[in-house]
């Protein structure tokens, strides 16, 4: 099936740092990837949309200028953290959905600002 | 905003019964639901799909109802097994391509 890749698995650094995550689809090309934040026993919160070749939607309250999203191919996407900061820490998780497909998940990235 | 709810946040069952979790949603424009199982430490494995023209869809050991009337989607489990300890969510999204909204999620524990 669908697989979509997620690296790194887990970031520790400090704060203040900027941090990247990329995800990639492996078989498919991914028309579409979504990024999405999940706090402990809590459910998966809808940062923003990423299409291919153009600048990424981000929902109400998420800050573009924190974190900048990158779609520059079809197999590729990435989310930088700018300046994190401990409230920061959480667990990132992309999809990617090519056409007439469901959303396929990564493993997530767990990032823990010092 | 609507967003896609559950009733339950914790659901124990016996290993080999069947399992049912519910999932209460308030978009009545909603097309598209989507039920996904999420283990500790990974990100959501898709289990079934479907879509708002039907009202019940079968898969492998589960089997999604949807009750447009009362805005109500159920996921049933059959045969519980140990493998399917997890937390399970709802979504519901407008087709395969957009984005999709998650509901709060259901941890079902299996009872040995």
């Known amino acids: 099936g669908a697989v979509v890749s997620q690296h790194p698995s887990r970031v520790i650094c400090k704060s203040g740092t900027s941090v990247k995550i990329e995800c990639r689809s492996l078989d498919f090309q991914a028309t579409t990837m979504f990024w999405y934040r999940q706090f402990p026993k809590q459910s998966l919160m809808l940062m923003a949309t990423?299409?291919?070749?153009?600048?990424?939607?981000?929902e109400q309250g998420v800050e573009k200028d924190k974190f900048l999203i990158n779609h520059a191919s079809l197999t590729l996407s990435t989310l930088t953290v700018t300046s994190a900061h401990p409230e920061d820490s959480s667990f990132y998780i992309c999809?990617?959905?090519?056409?007439?497909?469901?959303?396929?998940f990564g493993d997530g990235t767990r990032l823990s600002i010092l | 905003g609507e967003s896609v709810g559950l009733h339950l946040p914790t659901l124990s069952v016996q290993e080999g019964d069947n399992s049912i979790i519910n999932c209460a949603y308030s978009?009545?424009?909603?097309?598209?639901f989507i039920w996904y199982k999420q283990e500790s430490g990974k990100g959501p494995q898709f289990i079934i799909d479907i879509r708002s023209n039907m009202d019940k869809r079968q898969g492998q050991r589960v089997t999604v109802l949807l009750n447009k009337t009362v805005k109500h989607l159920s996921l049933q489990i059959a045969a519980t097994q140990p493998g399917d300890s997890a937390v399970y969510f709802c979504a519901e999204g407008g087709n395969r391509d957009d984005k999709i909204i998650f509901g709060k999620g259901t941890r079902l524990h299996i009872l040995p």
């Open positions: 990423s299409n291919e070749g153009s600048k990424a939607t981000y």
């Open positions: 978009n009545s424009a909603s097309d598209y």
């Open positions: 999809s990617a959905t090519g056409r007439n497909s469901p959303q396929h």
